[in-house]
């Protein structure tokens, strides 16, 4: 199966939380089935990209990354790269090099969806990334580090989170739930690489 495929197939079998995460899984799909660069940048205006909420091993902690050109705290993330198998592999491995953090226990599961515009990603005009977004742990002696994306790679407790849009506490409300129930045995899956 290719990438698309796959995205198609866990998107079509993913149980949105509500009815407005229900309606972008919709629209990502229409998107997959309409167009066959839907997972690459040459897909404009719209394009999915993947990404990862990393918390602590007490789902306690949140990892976040200062982003470069946003200038704005973020859970890791990018575009899919030819070489990924799937979103879940895109999602792990933006995940890894922006963090700097190996041995992450990662949910093969999307937990949230959002549409975004940004404006600093295509010299075409701005751009919508259609995120799906999937949820991992650190180890307990995760040292992480600043890659060339970030200006700063930082553990937030829940209490004193910085600045962030509703979404971005919706996604970690999420990540929490699903994690509490696969924290004590974590998932065996692996993202298809």
Excluded at 15 to 31: I, K, M, S
Excluded at 34 to 60: I, K, M, Q, W, Y
């Amino acid at each position: 199966m290719s990438a698309r495929e796959i995205a198609l197939a866990e998107l079509h079998g993913w149980t949105p939380p509500d009815d407005e995460q229900r309606r972008l899984r919709d629209g990502y799909v229409a998107l997959l089935a309409d167009h066959e660069d839907a997972l690459l940048r040459s897909c404009f205006p719209d394009h999915l990209t993947a990404g990862t909420l990393v918390l602590s091993p007490g789902l306690d902690l949140v990892l976040l990354n200062l982003h470069r050109k946003a200038r704005r705290w973020f859970a890791f993330g990018g575009h899919h790269e030819p070489g990924d198998a799937s979103l879940a592999a895109t999602a792990l491995r933006e995940a890894k090099e922006e963090s700097g953090v190996d041995g992450l226990v990662f949910h093969p599961d999307p937990v949230h969806l959002d549409r975004h515009a940004v404006g600093f990603c295509d010299p075409r005009g701005t751009v919508h990334h259609l995120d799906v977004r999937y949820a991992a742990v650190a180890p307990t002696d995760a040292d992480p580090a600043v890659s060339d994306e970030s200006l700063d790679v930082r553990w937030w407790p829940l209490d004193r989170l910085p600045d962030l849009g509703d979404e971005m506490h919706r996604l970690i409300a999420l990540a929490r739930e699903r994690l509490a129930q696969t924290v004590s045995a974590p998932s065996s899956r692996a993202p298809a690489e």
